[in-house]
């Protein structure tokens, strides 16, 4: 399985950005699986921000992005896409993606991971 992740950069505060998430190389049919999005920031625990099941477009949030980050799925190119709004500097990390059975908020608990896309908020 492969995740290709796509779209950081620097925003300014209030600002947004779309960030996606390409799977290929899927060992089962893509239904079977939830693509969440987690971010480290230096020196901080990695923290899972949105989740989506492929399977029904079922959600999952973080409190700390609710109400400005919304995640949609794309079935036919097998790619998600988390609209960061509302950007604040305390949303700068890395932001990684991950597939798995299950939208866990243990990211431990997922075996698949992209490579990280760097996210600056800054003025």
């Known amino acids: 399985v492969q995740l290709q992740a796509s779209g950081g950069g620097l925003a300014q505060p209030g600002g947004s950005l779309r960030l996606s998430c390409a799977a290929s190389?899927?060992?089962?049919?893509?239904?079977?699986?939830?693509i969440g999005w987690f971010r480290q920031a230096p020196g901080k625990e990695r923290e899972g921000v949105p989740c989506?099941?492929?399977?029904?477009?079922?959600?999952n949030y973080a409190d700390s992005v609710k109400g400005r980050f919304t995640i949609s799925r794309d079935n036919v190119k097998s790619t998600v896409y988390p609209q960061m709004n509302s950007l604040e500097p305390e949303d700068t990390a890395v932001y990684y993606c991950?597939?798995?059975?299950?939208?866990?908020?243990?990211?431990?608990?997922?075996?698949?991971w992209g490579q990280g896309t760097l996210v600056t908020v800054s003025s």
């Open positions: 991950a597939a798995d059975a299950s939208c866990y908020s243990d990211y431990t608990l997922f075996d698949y």
């Open positions: 190389g899927l060992t089962l049919a893509l239904h079977y699986y939830a």
């Open positions: 989506i099941r492929m399977s029904d477009g079922g959600t």
